[in-house]
């Protein structure tokens, strides 16, 4: 993968052995035309995941010369990570595991845009991520000496969250960029020759979607700051004050308008589609709806709000939020109601948040369900993604 820089004298490539597919994994297809069960292989099993890396050269395009940069340079690279693991699994065995170090399989982390070259051209940012996904980097580059610069390094036990990685530039020397360092997503700010990056915001709360303002003094972000259900947008200075920018409840997601006086807002709630707000960015200024997609039959039919609960977790402090469904008749002095509980198809996906669910064929279901008696659960359960 090539990638010029502005100056365009320098150009960053990434090698990789391109890795086929071994569809070991199958998945029973229940609706055949011949009505017979049909197993089909779709993907491969995660055991099977064959490991995989990538090389990273600079190219001099002015002397036409081609360096490597090596990962020898980052924290960790060679930390045997997974050696608690590894000595649980020999001592079922009774044999001992020796843990030792080993380069770790590392590559550009696959999310949108994993590297980027600040406006002036002379430098360059890129993330990184071990094979294992238990550490990724934020990395620069030491054109003098074609290393790697370590700007911050994140590691997970268990799993690096790859939804939750945006950085980008401020000016020239310094990079913003999002981490779960502290088991939130949070905003951190980093000048290149600091040591230390400064932490914008704070609390139990998730920051994403963030956009950097043209004056490089402020950043504009999405958080679930109010309820861990409810999106508002917001905005941070440098001095780490936070300010609300919405307050319409749901689900928001937003476009900043290219003169930063206003925000177009997507905004949902639990039983109405996403509508087109416009909100400008004064003080007190209320949003201004201007789409109405939605029909009056759709907003006749007898759609049931779900309430969300806070269920209290066996297994830590924090409980598992769910959204659960109760009929118009529920008796909770019953000793049994009949009850339903739909399970959606990633654990680290929130569904139980009070703005329009991408499950909203299985909302319409639930409604239906309700209408019926029965006591629907969807719960946000925690455990992994399907791999496709």
Sequence with gaps: MPVYHQAGDKLLVSITTVV????????????????????EKVRARVADNRQYKEEIF????TKGEKSALSYETLPDFDTDVLAKVKEENY????????????????????MWFPVKWNAQGNQVALMLEAWDNKTRWLTTVDFANNKLVNQDKLHDDAWINYSMNEFDWVGNDALYYLSEETGYSHLYHKALNSKKAKQLTSGKFEVSNVTLTQNQQGFIFKANKKHPGIYEIYQVDLAKNVKTLTDLGGMNDYALSPDESKLLIEHSSLTMPPELYVQPLNDNAQATQITYTVSEQFKSLPWVAPSIVAIPSSHQEEPIYSRVYLP??????KEKNRAVM???GAGYLQNSHLGWSGYFREFMFHSLLVQQGYVVIDMDYRASIWLW
Excluded: C, E
């Design 328 to 333: 118009h008749n529920f008796d909770n002095k």
């Design 91 to 110: 001592a079922r065995s009774g044999k001992t595991y020796q843990s030792k170090k080993h380069p770790r399989n590392i590559h550009l982390m696959q």
């Design 342 to 344: 739909f399970t959606h």
């Design 20 to 39: 086929p597919n071994d569809d070991t994994d199958i998945m029973p297809n229940y609706i055949t035309k011949d009505g017979v069960i049909k197993a």
């Design 58 to 61: 600079i190219i001099d395009l």
